[in-house]
């Protein structure tokens, strides 16, 4: 099966590579004073979390023998949440780390019962919050990682760029001190070794240099344990993602067959049902006049009968619409033959599977390509568009092509971003590829689900 992917197509801004290596810049680049920052700041930020979560905490349990305790607790878990948010901001702002807040705390509320259970609902809530339990925990893990970040970024600094401008302050020893240089080696009988003359100096200094250039990295590889730290217990959860995702999901489904509900009831109305009731008119007519006129009255049938089969075509389109039959009993490869057949552009359709997916996927995919079809045809210009149609691993592969004006995009309004929201609902995906002039090339992926 042939697959065209289209011309590659390079923006017009590409950015342009740094004249100066990514080694050489990084001792001087904002990242890297942002980064050393937080890991200053850092540990003063974890003694305070360590010191209000293990003193509490400690607090609320010793408290559990009287009723007081289980308030503490809560209290001591809202606290850790606002605690967690600060951290998030200030990685926000010191790492470019942009994590999302978790869901806040909405206690359960009882069958029967308005509002959402008063205090007490609210404090069993945070106490069966998982959430809230990882802010109590990053508050304590915290600490431990803090002082060996503090510590590192400190020392690697501070040696790295005392060294390296060594030259430039070494004059200061001779002159206040009565050491000739910096000292390295010394012991009790007198002996010592000092960094005085131009070689040693000079070597101090590559010395430094080269430590400030590898100190960044060692800033960076730490903060990583940060940024994992942050997104790992201040964040939302894998699963809570994956609900509201779904939710999300949830909502464009529901649009989407709201949405094909009124586009039938309007075809309903503005299509058949209009002939339908047009028909029954001229009949009622034919009806008083097949007596007196029968000529008139034949030809009053005639043209009902025409009629008729314009309503019949078009609930037969609006059927196919829904659901066509030849893709529920033969599958998507003549489903499509068929749909290429009454395009208004001459189109090639390739499909190669070696079974069907499941039904629901069939049908998306049906539409899909239905869909980028009727957009080649109106607006397009092409002469010339294919379908190829393929399995890769677990997903199904659909392509569309066409030789037209190109310009095609994803941006909200656009037919395509409603249709990228519907094959989003399902864990699908819809890439385009359309440069201004052409050709344009619409990639979607789709889940098997056989």
């Not at 509002?115 to 802010?135: E, F, I, P, Q, Y």
């Not at 249709?419 to 890439?431: F, Q």
């Not at 440069?435 to 098997?448: D, F, I």
Request: proline share 6%; net charge neutral.
């Amino acid at each position: 099966m042939a697959i065209d992917y289209g011309t590659p197509h390079a923006p017009a801004t590409a950015s342009r590579p740094h004249r100066v290596p990514a080694a050489l810049r990084a001792p001087v680049e904002g990242r890297t004073w942002r980064e050393f920052l937080y890991l200053l700041t850092g540990l003063p930020v974890a003694v305070v979390m360590f010191s209000y979560a293990v003193t509490l905490t400690t607090l609320g349990v010793g408290l559990l023998i009287t009723f007081l305790g289980v308030p503490v607790l809560a209290g001591t878990l809202a606290g850790a949440r606002g605690l967690g948010a600060f951290e998030r901001l200030r990685a926000r702002g010191l790492l470019r780390l942009d994590v999302a807040s978790p869901a806040p705390v909405r206690p359960r509320r009882r069958p029967g019962t308005k509002g959402g259970g008063g205090l007490m609902g609210w404090v069993a809530a945070l106490l069966k919050d998982g959430t809230s339990w990882r802010h109590l925990l990053y508050g304590v893990l915290y600490l431990p990682w803090a002082i060996f970040g503090f510590t590192l970024a400190v020392v690697a600094a501070s040696l790295s760029w005392t060294l390296f401008l060594y030259p430039a302050w070494q004059w200061t020893l001779p002159a206040y001190t009565d050491q000739p240089g910096l000292q390295v080696f010394g012991d009790d009988s007198g002996r010592a070794l000092y960094l005085d003359n131009p070689f040693e100096i000079g070597v101090t200094s590559a010395v430094g240099l080269a430590l400030v250039l590898v100190t960044p990295w060692l800033i960076r590889g730490a903060t990583q344990v940060d940024r994992l730290l942050v997104t790992g217990l201040l964040g939302p959860s894998r699963l809570t993602t994956r609900v509201w995702e779904l939710e999300e999901d949830r909502g464009v489904v529901v649009d989407t067959a709201a949405a094909d509900l009124r586009r039938i009831e309007r075809e309903l109305h503005d299509g058949a049902q209009a002939r339908l009731s047009a028909l029954a008119v001229d009949l009622g007519l034919a009806k008083e006049k097949l007596l007196q006129d029968p000529e008139a009255a034949a030809k009053m049938v005639d043209e009902a009968h025409g009629e008729v089969k314009l309503a019949l075509k078009e609930l037969r389109d609006l059927a196919r619409g829904i659901h066509p039959a030849i893709l529920t009993d033969r599958g998507l490869g003549p489903a499509l033959s068929a749909l290429a057949a009454r395009c208004t552009v001459p189109v090639r359709a390739e499909v190669d599977l070696p079974a069907r997916p499941a039904p629901a996927i069939e049908g998306i995919a049906y539409f899909t390509v239905s869909e980028l079809l009727r957009n080649i045809s109106k607006h397009s210009g092409a002469r010339a568009a294919r379908v190829d149609v393929w399995r890769s691993a677990d997903r199904l592969m659909l392509q569309v092509w066409d030789d037209g004006a190109g310009g095609a995009s994803t941006v909200s309004g656009s037919g395509l971003a409603g249709l990228a929201e519907r094959l989003d609902a399902v864990d699908g995906l819809l890439l385009v590829d359309s440069p201004a002039g052409g050709p344009t090339t619409v990639t979607a992926e789709l889940p098997w689900r056989g």
